[in-house]
């Protein structure tokens, strides 16, 4: 166990006893987050749903499940990334026995925040990629809009980088032609956050240890470990 997993399962356990706001009251399990602590690439996504808030782990549902087969296509698995929310419960509307999932309100988000900041504090990932609009206002700059920005990377405290990415959940309302050019986005993104993380690797080692003049460079890792 390195000392970032250590720092991280501390962090953890602080936040499983989280009651700072009222989604406290309705939640079933605080979903921190999971993954390789180790990791040059954090997901942050923007809250959990009703199968993560049942089994405490993000991305767990359908849309975990396409996020999963998106990272496949660019040979990234779970344990190659960390996944984690900027909220870390379930906001719902609870209407009689019907529970909906709803937005975090902006005062549930600005509770919230501190665990996620020390979370990447931790982490220190290259690479953000934040699936979603609200994560993106938070990783990326307050008025980030995806229709415009969605693709591009930008400088971030949390991070060298961070691109934002549509949500696996937005992907999957859409239908047809919709769905195929939504879904083939997120893999692109997912791609080009994953060049990213390479060529900052490769920056950061060309700067530690600078090749002799007329030598070869050695060959780049092809994987992101
Ligand atoms: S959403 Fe965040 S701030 Fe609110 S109770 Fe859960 S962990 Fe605490």
Redesign the pocket.
Known sequence: MTLIDERLEELKSK?LA???????QT?TN?VFGEGNPNTPLVLVGE?PGANEDATGRPFVGRAGQLLDQCLAENRITRKHVYICNV???RACIIEGRSVKNRP?RQE?VS??YH?LKEQLEIIKPLVILSLGAPASNIIIHKDFKMTRERGIFFPTQYAESAIAALHPAYVLRQHGAEFEAARASLVADIAAARRKVMEIKKELAEKAAPQPENKPAPPQELSLF
């Open positions: 936040a989280c009651s700072d706001c009222p989604l406290a939640r605080v809250g909220v870390k419960c975090p549930e509770a919230c665990w």
